[in-house]
Antibody, heavy 120, light 107 residues
């Protein structure tokens, strides 16, 4: 059974930093692209970033480019999202999502999400 | 960025009836369209990909259709567990984008 467990969400002040982690199990983590998707009541669901199975390729939404960094540690079956220069509009539930074997394609399994709140 | 527009925003249907949900893309996405179901407090669950291919465990009374810019999700013989929010999402162009969702509620 595929399991994705996010952690690291917290309350942080504007301009601050935070690192999210996602622990994966139930599939060969190193063979699949991985995504971060966020959700807010106001803006709905928004793709944040994607990373290829070997970590060589990454893509970002314009709204986070230059501030967020996606990475992975295949030996630990773990996905990361380093967030810096956080803004109130980054407040959201962040989901770790399993992608296909290639970097682009449909995503299938989602974690339960971790809440990031950016507020003073 | 491709804009996905879902209609209606809210759909009220009686149990046992059929619901038809619409999703339109601002430009062609081919068949690179997925549908998700989301229940309160839960993550989205993949229902369809490739516009019409059911994901694992999705009942046959659910069907997806369309290509290009217009897509439809049809839910037949609605059961209590079907009343939730449904999202379409294109994965033809990065950044992938979602519609704003259709809330299916009990009439």
């Amino acid at each position: 059974e595929v399991q994705l467990v996010e952690s690291g969400g917290d309350l942080v002040q504007p301009g601050g930093s935070l690192r999210l982690s996602c622990s994966a199990s139930g599939f060969t983590f190193s063979s699949y692209a991985m995504h971060w998707v966020r959700q807010t009541p106001g803006k709905g669901l928004e793709y944040v970033s994607v990373i290829s199975s070997n970590g060589d390729s990454t893509y970002y939404a314009d709204s986070v480019k230059g501030r967020f960094t996606i990475s992975r540690e295949n030996s630990k079956n773990t996905l990361y999202l380093q967030m810096s220069s956080l803004r109130p509009e980054d407040t959201a539930v962040y989901y770790c999502v399993k992608g296909p074997r290639t970097i682009f394609g449909v995503v299938d399994y989602w974690g339960q999400g971790t809440l990031v709140t950016v507020s003073s | 960025e491709i804009v996905m527009t879902q209609s209606p925003a809210t759909l009220s249907v009686s149990p046992g009836e059929r619901a038809t949900l619409s999703c339109k893309a601002s430009q062609s996405v081919g068949s690179n369209l997925a549908w998700y179901q989301q229940k309160p407090g839960q993550a989205p669950r993949l229902l369809f990909y490739g516009a019409s291919t059911r994901a694992t465990g999705v009942p046959a009374r659910f069907s997806g259709s369309g290509s290009g810019t217009e897509f439809t999700l049809t839910l037949s013989s609605l059961q209590s567990e079907d009343f939730s929010v449904y999202y379409c999402q294109q994965f033809n162009n990065w950044p992938y984008t979602f519609g704003q969702g259709t809330k299916l509620e009990i009439k």
